[in-house]
T-cell receptor, first 112, second 113 residues
Framework: GAGVSQSPSNKVTEKGKDVELRCDPISGHTALYWYRQSLGQGLEFLIY????????KSGLPSDRFSAERTGGSVSTLTIQRTQQEDSAVYLC??????????FGPGTRLTVL | AQSVTQLDSQVPVFEEAPVELRCNYS??????LFWYVQYPNQGLQLLLKYLSGSTLVKGINGFEAEFNKSQTSFHLRKPSVHISDTAEYFCAVSGGGYNKLIFGAGTRLAVHP
């Protein structure tokens, strides 16, 4: 079956622009997570969705970051007024409740 | 709070030699433990996990890990590595009400012919 997919695979943007990153989880997975992987910070948790609700947003680094999930499926991570320190690989994962998280291939974001 | 320490940032090893990648964790609650592998320009793939039960866990590609509660460790081992095992390996812990993963900094395994 299909795994977690993310789009775009690569995104280059200019400082100050807004970007949207998309995640399509595995069908039937109720839990969805966003992580960020950067050279300086390693792998960091950003936000967790259970269904369409986000009970844990504690990892979002600033109010420029937001995320939503609709229909208990697709999720979008939005970064407003991008900064160079936002450059990273953004990873999405999904799971069935507390079971194994399956990761997508990631979106590489480069802010010039 | 939970944390994970991977003691080696890089591990060079010759093909067919054994390898151990070390991982220590700290947590005030019961934890689940994971090892993930990341090949270049790819996402994370689960190697193995410890949830409960037997402390020796076997995973894919011939890897295994042993959960040691007294030493708060979850070291990853393979008796004979291949060139194709060259990748970055991440140890992770989760606990509490859901599965937010806390990752270690990663260990880069380089297998040489």
């Amino acid at each position: 079956g299909a795994g977690v997919s993310q789009s775009p695979s690569n995104k280059v943007t200019e400082k100050g622009k807004d970007v949207e990153l998309r995640c399509d989880p595995i069908s039937g997975h109720t839990a969805l997570y966003w992580y960020r992987q950067s050279l300086g910070q390693g792998l960091e948790f950003l936000i967790y969705f259970q269904g369409n609700s986000a009970p844990d947003k504690s990892g979002l680094p600033s109010d420029r970051f937001s995320a939503e999930r609709t229909g208990g499926s697709v999720s979008t991570l939005t970064i407003q007024r991008t900064q160079q320190e936002d450059s990273a690989v953004y990873l999405c994962a999904s799971s069935v409740q507390r079971d194994t998280q399956y990761f997508g291939p990631g979106t590489r974001l480069t802010v010039l | 709070a939970q944390s994970v320490t991977q003691l080696d940032s890089q591990v060079p090893v010759f093909e067919e030699a054994p390898v151990e990648l070390r991982c220590n964790y700290s947590s005030s609650v019961s934890v689940y433990l994971f090892w993930y592998v990341q090949y270049p320009n790819q996402g994370l793939q689960l190697l193995l996990k410890y949830l409960s039960g037997s402390t020796l866990v076997k995973g894919i590609n011939g890897f295994e890990a042993e959960f040691n509660k007294s030493q708060t460790s979850f070291h990853l081992r393979k008796p004979s590595v291949h060139i194709s095992d060259t990748a970055e390996y991440f140890c992770a812990v989760s606990g509490g009400g859901y599965n937010k993963l806390i990752f270690g900094a990663g260990t880069r395994l380089a297998v040489h012919p």
